[in-house]
């Protein structure tokens, strides 16, 4: 790092010791590291699939071989256990090995099928590489969210140049260090490091498409600085995801998943469990498991903890905000309450009958509390999920199979859960994002690989249409029109 270079400090969410310090990196460096991405994107995108495919599977190697060590990371610098930290890196390693195992299938050159018109093309559909990806990534799953965009521009034939959060750089240079260690031959993989700056940067640098995974305040920001050089962006922002328990549901099994989605990672989750509708008939005795789970917890700063600190200090206000106001409108808190709310740690709370105006209803929370409220049919708590200006996931408790299907064609959101909660996002057939407030655009699947394609149609004439079909032409048959409508009359007009 030169000597003039301003830098930043990684801290230990745990105790604020520092664990690493990283340049701060502006707009000159940014586009340095972006010129490199581009010339090595010339040289991976000539690659194809087959040539591509033996460097990622090596990343895959590292990754997997080497997962111990990256979960402590992931434990030092964002302060998840290291058990939770380990299951994020699994997911990871999966979605690459499909990204790289299926990126030939879905995008490889194929033959499309032609119109009346237009019989005689040899029509053909290409997705190719876009160039040059800048992923701009947050904190709170700082392996899996990058890899999510990561690992589906490098199988589709992209260079990237990757901006982790200010507040885990550390993991973003382990990722891209091993991206570079499975791939020497060229810098295929880059990092810029610094907050907020260095990302708008990236978003001006000139790269074919920003992956932006943060809050819905710096998605807007995101989209206005990309506008200028109308630099195509993914939007994969917050949630306010909600479950629907039933009176079917298996309460044991729903109250440890709404346990699990609520307060795991500190519920810095974008599809953590922040609301949960439940059937009047077994409200209570659903309340009373969720409550039971609650007390049992044990969060602390161990690598074993049931969940660990608050990874970014300013969302702490954030959440007893929202704890107040519930309890300000006459919400109730079961487990904990505004007193949970400490420095650092925030002990679990539970709340119920919050009124559906609260802040704690209509903002994402991002932090571990959860709202229980009653309804009266698995229609309502459809109702009061699509309420939400968010639109990312929900999940549905029932043993009836057709009322869950159809409620869960009726919710505005990206996917839906079924006696399970965020099993969608380990699935790396299955694309992952929202709507509304939060965000557009896909990664994972085939939609993923796709979006970091520009799609490239092209069509050959095979063979000379007779004159009299013709009317792409000046010289056109004056009787071709009429045939041709009299054809479609026939071909089209009968149904
Ligand atoms: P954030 O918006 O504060 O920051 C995200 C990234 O944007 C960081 O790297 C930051 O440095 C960068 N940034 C800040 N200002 C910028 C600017 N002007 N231009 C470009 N980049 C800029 O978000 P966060 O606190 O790191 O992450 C938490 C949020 O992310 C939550 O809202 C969470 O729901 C969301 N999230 C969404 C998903 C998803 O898949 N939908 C996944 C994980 C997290």
Request: net charge neutral; hydrophobic share 40%.
């Amino acid at each position: 790092m030169p000597e003039t270079q301003q830098t930043f400090d990684s801290r230990s969410p745990a105790d604020g010791r520092v664990v690493g310090t990283f340049p701060l990196m502006e707009a000159d460096a940014v586009n340095e590291a972006v010129d490199r991405a581009r010339i090595a994107s010339s040289w991976w995108g000539d690659l194809g699939f087959d040539g591509r495919r033996p460097y990622l599977m090596r990343f895959k190697s590292i990754l997997a071989r080497r997962s111990s060590e990256l979960a402590e990371l992931v434990h030092q610098e964002n302060g998840k256990p290291t058990d939770d930290a380990l299951l994020e890196i699994l997911l990871s390693i999966e979605h690459l090995h499909w990204a790289a195992k299926h990126a030939e299938r879905v995008l490889k050159r194929r033959k499309v099928g032609t119109g009346l018109l237009t019989m005689n093309q040899d029509a053909r559909l290409a997705y190719q590489p876009l160039g040059v990806i800048g992923v701009i990534g947050p904190w709170n799953y700082p392996v899996f969210t990058p890899m999510g965009s990561i690992a589906y521009a490098l199988a589709a034939g992209n260079a990237i140049v990757y901006k982790p959060s200010e507040y885990t750089p550390m993991v973003g240079e382990w990722l891209i260090k091993a991206i570079q260690e499975a791939i020497p031959d060229q810098p295929v993989a880059q990092l810029v490091t610094g907050a907020g700056v260095t990302g708008a940067a990236l978003c001006n640098s000139g790269v074919d498409k920003i992956a932006f995974t943060g809050s819905g305040a710096t998605g807007r920001k995101v989209l206005k600085e990309c506008a200028e050089t109308l630099t195509p962006v993914t939007l994969e922002l917050g949630g306010k995801d909600a479950v629907l328990v039933d009176a079917s549901a298996d309460l044991e099994k729903a109250a440890d998943a709404v346990t699990f989605g609520a307060y795991h990672n500190a519920g810095q989750t974008c599809a953590g469990v922040e609301r949960v509708y439940v059937h009047e008939a077994v409200y209570h005795e659903f309340l009373d498991r969720v409550a039971a789970k609650t007390r049992d917890l044990t969060p602390g700063t161990n690598r074993t903890s049931s969940y660990g600190p608050m990874t970014m200090p300013t969302q702490i206000d954030v959440v007893r905000r929202h704890v107040l106001d519930a309890m300000a409108r006459g919400g109730e808190a079961v487990v904990g309450g505004a007193e949970s709310v400490g420095d650092r740690m925030i002990s679990p709370v539970l709340l119920t009958n919050v009124p559906e105006d609260s802040s704690a209803i209509t903002e994402e929370t991002f932090g571990p509390t959860i709202v229980v409220n009653p309804v009266r049919d698995l229609d309502e708590a459809v109702d009061r999920s699509n309420a939400s200006s968010y639109g990312l996931s929900a999940a549905i408790f029932s043993k009836d199979r057709k009322a869950m299907e159809r409620a869960a064609s009726r919710l505005r959101v990206g996917a839906v859960t079924m006696n399970t909660w965020v099993m969608n996002a380990g699935v790396p057939a299955l694309p992952w994002g929202g709507s509304g407030d939060s965000g557009f655009g896909r990664i994972h699947g085939e939609d993923g690989l796709r979006e970091f394609t520009r799609p490239k149609a092209t069509a050959r004439e095979k063979y000379a249409l007779p004159v009299a079909l013709t009317l792409t032409n000046f010289q056109r048959h004056p009787k071709a029109a009429d045939l041709v409508r009299k054809t479609f009359a026939f071909v089209h007009g009968r149904s």
